[in-house]
C-alpha cells in the first residue's frame, strides 16, 4: 500500500512474537494484520506504506510514516501505538504481544511508486541478502573463528611475515574481524582459548616472556595474560563454561581499558562511529592474540592452525578436522622433500657443469647422475633453462667442439632450429614443445643413464665459457647472460622456477630449494658448497636488513653443522682448504667472536665451506641428512 506524504518520513519496524498459528490458521493470522492496519487504526498519523511479514511464532510489520512536523519521539510513540493496536484488533491477536519497535527517518523512496522496495528487490539486483559467512551457520561459524585466531597467533611467533599456510597475519583477523558475523565469533573463540590456554600453561608449569603482536599495546597484551591466569584459577562467579569465563574475562579487560563501544555511539556520524568501534576491537584483539601467543608459547612447532586449536579444546570435530589436516601435511610434506631433492640435486649438477665439471667424475658425482635419472624430469627443466640462456648462437658455437659427444648432434642441432624458430613469425609449429622433444632426446627420456646425462652437460660444460667471448652476439648486455657466474646466478635466483617445482604452501619454494642445493655441493666438495653459497640472491639485495639476515643464516649453517656431527660422534673432519673457512670454524668451535668486518658475500662463503667441511666424509645420502644443517632454524 503506498501514498504520497510530505516532509521527510519515518521509517518503523515493528515485530510481536506469539503462539505458532495452525497450518490453516496462518493465512487469517496475517490478514488480521492486514485488517488491523488498514481499517483498525484511527491514529492522526498518516502510513504512507507498509508491508506484513509472517513467521512461526510472530510478524514483522514495515511502516512508513508521514513526517510532516512530526518529531523523532512522536513517531516512536505513534509507533508504539500502532503495535499495541496490532496486538489488541481481533481476538485472535490478543495472543500475541509487542517485542520490538525501531524507528528511523526515510531519506528517500524506493522508486516513484513505493517507499518500500519490492520483496525480490535482492534477487532482481542480484544482491546477496545476507554474508556468505552467516549462511555457515553457528557451529561452522564458530570452528572458522578458532582456526582464525590460532592461524593469527602462529603469525605473532613469526613476526614480519606470513607464515606459510594459511598465508594471514595477526593484523589481518584483527581488521576484518569487524565485519558481521566476525566481531562475535572471533572474540568468544579468542576468550574461550585464553582460558583454555592459561590452564594448560599452569599443568604444565611452563611461563613463557610475554609476546606482543605487532603494533599492539605491550601494556594491554600483558595484562590481559595477568587476568586469563586469574580467570582460568578462580571459580568466576559460579561459571565453569570456558565460553562463558572468557567472556567474562574480555569484559573486564575491556572495561578496565574503556575498550567498550558505548562512547561511539554518541557520534552521529556513522563512518566515524565504525572507524572507531572497529579500532577498539583491534586494540582488544591485538593484545589477545599477543597473550594467547604467550601462554601458548610451548606449542610454536604446530604446523597449521588446527594443530593449535585442538590443544585448546575437547571438541572432536576440531580433533577429526586436526588428524586430516595432519596427514595431509606429512604427505606434503614427504611429496616435496622429493621434489626439493630432485631440484637441489639437478641444480647442483648444473652447477657443477659450468663451474667445476671435475666433481662430476668423481665417485659422489657418479652417485649424483645415477641419483638424477630418477628425476629426469626435474633435470630436464633445469638444463632446458640453462640452454635458453646460453641462446642459439652460444650453442651452436659449442657445437664446434670436437670433445662434445657425436651422439648430442643431432638433437641439439634440432633444439637450436627450434629456438630459432621462436623469432620466426612464420613458422607454424609449436617452437617450445620442438624444443623440449629435441631434449628430451638429448637425454634420453625413455631410457635415461648416468652417461648420457654427463654427456649433455658437458654441452653446458663448454658452452658457458664461450658466453664471455664474441660467439656470444649478446655479450655484455642487459638481460643477457655475459659469463658462467652470470648462468648460475641467474638459474640459482628462481631455483624452484627452472626446476618446475609444485610445492604445498608448507614449503619454502626457492630459498628450500637453493640451501639445499648447497648441501648436495657439499658432498661434492667444501669448497663447491662455499662458492655456490656467494652466489645467494640475498647477498644481492638493496634491503639493508638482508645482509644482517644472511650473516646469521650463514651462522647457524656452522652451529648446526657442529651440533650434528657431536651428536654421531663421527670422527673428526679435516679442515677445510681456504683460509677463510678455517678462521671462521675455528672461531665457532672455540666460541670466539666471528669475524664482523669480512663483507657478508665472503663471511657466506666461508661460513657454507666451513659446514661442508665439518660433515665430511659425505656420500649423497648424507648429504639428504645434511639439508636440516642450511634449512633448519
Given at each position: 500500500m503506498s501514498d504520497e506524504g510530505n516532509d521527510v518520513p519515518y521509517l518503523g519496524q515493528i515485530t510481536i512474537t506469539g503462539p505458532e498459528p495452525e497450518l490453516g490458521r496462518r493465512q487469517h493470522f496475517v490478514d488480521a494484520l492486514a485488517a488491523a492496519m488498514t481499517e483498525g487504526w484511527r491514529s492522526l498519523r498518516k502510513v504512507l506504506d507498509h508491508r506484513i511479514i509472517g513467521y512461526p511464532g510472530g510478524a514483522v510489520i514495515t511502516v512508513v510514516l508521514d513526517g510532516d512536523g512530526l518529531d523523532f519521539e512522536e513517531a516512536a510513540a505513534a509507533l508504539a501505538s500502532l503495535g499495541r493496536h496490532l496486538t489488541t484488533w481481533s481476538p485472535e491477536l490478543l495472543a500475541y504481544r509487542l517485542q520490538q519497535v525501531e524507528v528511523a527517518k526515510l531519506d528517500h523512496r524506493w522508486d516513484e511508486e513505493h517507499w518500500l522496495p519490492p520483496l525480490d528487490h535482492d534477487r532482481a539486483d542480484d544482491r546477496p541478502a545476507w554474508p556468505l559467512p552467516v549462511l555457515m551457520g553457528d557451529p561452522?561459524?564458530?570452528l572458522a573463528a578458532q582456526y582464525l585466531v590460532a592461524g593469527a597467533v602462529r603469525s605473532v611467533w613469526e613476526p614480519g611475515k606470513r607464515v606459510n599456510y594459511p598465508s594471514f597475519t595477526a593484523r589481518d583477523v584483527a581488521l576484518g574481524a569487524a565485519e558481521y558475523p566476525w566481531h562475535r565469533e572471533i572474540t568468544t573463540a579468542l576468550g574461550a582459548m585464553l582460558i583454555q590456554a592459561a590452564r594448560r600453561e599452569a599443568e604444565d608449569n611452563d611461563y613463557a616472556p610475554l609476546i606482543v603482536a605487532e603494533g599492539a599495546s605491550r601494556e594491554f597484551a600483558?595484562?590481559?595474560?595477568?587476568?586469563?591466569?586469574?580467570?582460568?584459577?578462580?571459580?568466576?562467579?559460579?561459571?565453569?563454561?570456558?565460553?562463558?569465563?572468557?567472556?567474562?574475562?574480555?569484559?573486564?579487560?575491556?572495561?578496565?581499558?574503556?575498550?567498550?563501544?558505548?562512547?561511539?555511539?554518541?557520534?552521529?556520524?556513522?563512518?566515524?562511529?565504525?572507524?572507531?568501534?572497529?579500532?577498539?576491537?583491534?586494540?582488544?584483539?591485538?593484545?589477545?592474540?599477543?597473550?594467547?601467543a604467550t601462554m601458548c608459547a610451548g606449542l610454536q612447532d604446530v604446523r597449521s592452525p588446527w594443530e593449535l586449536a585442538?590443544?585448546?579444546?575437547?571438541?572432536?570435530?576440531?580433533?577429526?578436522?586436526?588428524?586430516?589436516?595432519?596427514?595431509?601435511?606429512?604427505?606434503?610434506?614427504?611429496?616435496?622433500?622429493?621434489?626439493?631433492?630432485?631440484?637441489?640435486?639437478?641444480?647442483?649438477?648444473?652447477?657443477?657443469?659450468?663451474?667445476?665439471?671435475?666433481?662430476?667424475?668423481?665417485?659422489?658425482?657418479?652417485?649424483?647422475?645415477?641419483?638424477?635419472?630418477?628425476?629426469?624430469?626435474?633435470?630436464?627443466?633445469?638444463?632446458?633453462?640453462?640452454?635458453?640462456?646460453?641462446?642459439?648462437?652460444v650453442i651452436a658455437a659449442a657445437l664446434e667442439d670436437p670433445t662434445l659427444p657425436p651422439i648430442l648432434l643431432t638433437p641439439i642441432r634440432n633444439f637450436i632450429a627450434a629456438q630459432r624458430a621462436i623469432r620466426d613469425e612464420d613458422y607454424e609449429g609449436d617452437a617450445i614443445d620442438d624444443m623440449h622433444c629435441a631434449l628430451e632426446t638429448a637425454l634420453g627420456h625413455d631410457d635415461p643413464g648416468p652417461e648420457r646425462l654427463r654427456e649433455v652437460l658437458c654441452l653446458i660444460t663448454i658452452a658457458a665459457p664461450l658466453t664471455g667471448t664474441d660467439a656470444n652476439p649478446e655479450l655484455g648486455q642487459q638481460g643477457y647472460i655475459s659469463s658462467p657466474s652470470q648462468l648460475s646466478s641467474a638459474l640459482l635466483r628462481h631455483a624452484d622456477e627452472h626446476a618446475a617445482l609444485d610445492l604445498s604452501p608448507e614449503s619454502h619454494g626457492d630459498g628450500g630449494a637453493r640451501?639445499?642445493?648447497?648441501?648436495?655441493?657439499?658432498?661434492?666438495?667444501?669448497?663447491?658448497?662455499?662458492?655456490?653459497?656467494?652466489?645467494?640472491?640475498?647477498?644481492?639485495?638493496?634491503?639493508?636488513?638482508?645482509?644482517?639476515?644472511?650473516?646469521?643464516?650463514?651462522?647457524?649453517?656452522?652451529h648446526n653443522a657442529i651440533e650434528q656431527t657431536n651428536a654421531l660422534e663421527t670422527e673428526a673432519s679435516p679442515d677445510p682448504d681456504s683460509s677463510d673457512a678455517r678462521l671462521v670454524l675455528t672461531s665457532a668451535r672455540d666460541h670466539r667472536p666471528i669475524p664482523s668486518d669480512w663483507p657478508a658475500r665472503r663471511f657466506v662463503a666461508a661460513a657454507a665451506e666451513a659446514s661442508a667441511a665439518v660433515l665430511q666424509p659425505m656420500t649423497l645420502e648424507d648429504a639428504a641428512g645434511a639439508i636440516e644443517v642450511f634449512t633448519g632454524s
Open positions: 561452522l561459524q564458530e600483558d595484562d590481559l595474560v595477568q587476568r586469563a591466569r586469574q580467570t582460568a584459577d578462580d571459580a568466576t562467579d559460579g561459571f565453569a563454561d570456558d565460553q562463558m569465563r572468557g567472556q567474562l574475562l574480555l569484559q573486564s579487560f575491556v572495561e578496565a581499558h574503556e575498550l567498550g563501544w558505548t562512547p561511539a555511539a554518541d557520534d552521529d556520524n556513522h563512518d566515524r562511529r565504525e572507524a572507531h568501534r572497529s579500532e577498539l576491537l583491534r586494540q582488544l584483539l591485538d593484545a589477545g592474540f599477543g597473550a594467547l585442538v590443544e585448546l579444546t575437547d571438541d572432536p570435530v576440531v580433533a577429526v578436522i586436526t588428524d586430516l589436516e595432519s596427514d595431509r601435511i606429512d604427505e606434503d610434506i614427504d611429496s616435496d622433500t622429493c621434489e626439493v631433492w630432485a631440484a637441489a640435486t639437478s641444480h647442483a649438477a648444473v652447477w657443477a657443469a659450468i663451474h667445476r665439471p671435475d666433481l662430476l667424475d668423481i665417485a659422489v658425482g657418479a652417485e649424483l647422475l645415477d641419483d638424477l635419472t630418477g628425476s629426469i624430469d626435474t633435470l630436464h627443466q633445469v638444463v632446458h633453462s640453462a640452454l635458453v640462456m646460453l641462446g642459439d648462437a640451501l639445499a642445493t648447497i648441501a648436495v655441493l657439499a658432498a661434492l666438495a667444501p669448497e663447491a658448497a662455499g662458492a655456490m653459497a656467494a652466489q645467494l640472491p640475498i647477498l644481492d639485495q638493496a634491503d639493508p636488513r638482508s645482509e644482517p639476515a644472511a650473516r646469521d643464516q650463514a651462522l647457524r649453517w656452522i
